[in-house]
């Protein structure tokens, strides 16, 4: 008699994927594309505008963009209290040269005789 251990089969792999395709995803949204690139590029209130409109549209529709639209709305808003910010300081500076000339001043101008 030997103390020999009885021999076990190896391992057995699981078997391999059988090739096959990803389920095609959803396009994205083009509201929140133009969103993110208008309110960059163009005009930021824009961005604002397809921003909201892409939320509501990914929430209806299930497209994907949901990332953009975010980012397009924040940006938006971002830049446009900037653009804010320019146009009253440049206001305010055309104001003061007007000022200093005395373009605005009633004592520059002369009555013809």
């Not at 792999?13 to 083009?30: E, L, R, S």
């Amino acid at each position: 008699m030997t103390d020999e251990q009885p021999k076990t089969p190896p391992p057995q792999q699981p078997p391999p994927y059988p090739y096959g395709h990803y389920p095609p995803q959803p396009p994205y949204n083009v509201y929140a594309i133009l969103s993110l690139a208008l309110g960059i590029l163009v005009f930021p209130p824009l961005g604002i505008y397809f921003g909201n409109k892409a939320k509501q549209q990914i929430a209806a529709t299930g497209e994907r963009g949901i990332e953009l639209a975010n980012a397009g709305v924040v940006v938006g808003w971002v830049l446009t209290g900037l653009l804010a910010a320019f146009v009253l300081l440049w206001c305010f500076m055309a104001v003061t040269m007007f000022g200093m000339f005395g373009l605005f001043s009633a004592t520059t101008v002369s009555v013809a005789s």
